[in-house]
């Protein structure tokens, strides 16, 4: 069974799918090689093979023949990530060939065919869900802040009334007031 990893450099995403080896045919095939998308339920698409791991995660490198595994001295690239400039050091990879030990293969699109991919994978009805869910929370959202602003209206109105009133009073008292002065 290949873990098939997909990428689309158009929207940046990328897509899984899982295939028994012998279906897929492609045992004995190589790093950079050219492949039609059918096997995979992708008609009308070209894809690149771009790289891989084995069973036990040794990454495949492009520039080592063959299928096996070999610890070879590196100084950049695929399976090394140097921590001072000028570093080496020796690491298992495992060779540009695809075989019988390999679980993940890696691919790129290069040409599209009739459909997009998220709807072969069967992603996009999930995505338009989303931004229906998305939609409804923003509507309820703003329902419930013009609420907010409704109820604030209100009790401004509320203590508007109030003061109101509480001017009305204070003429009397403050006539009363003044007539006891004088």
Known sequence: M???VVADPKTKRTYQKEVAEKESGLTG???GEKIKGDFLGLPGFEIQITGGSDKQGFPMRQDMPGFGRR?????????????????RRRKLVRGNTI??????????VLVYGKDSLAKLFGKEEKHEEKKAEEHKKEEAKAE????KHEEA??????EEHKEAKHEEHKPEHAEAKHEKKE
């Open 71 to 87: 610890k070879v001295l590196l100084t950049r690239g695929t399976g090394f990530h140097a921590l001072r400039s000028g570093e």
């Open 144 to 147: 419930h802040a013009e609420k």
């Open 99 to 108: 075989s019988d030990e390999i679980a993940q293969v890696n691919m790129k």
């Open 2 to 4: 290949y873990k098939i």
């Open 153 to 158: 209206k209100h009790e401004e109105k509320k």
């Open 29 to 31: 095939r190589k790093i």
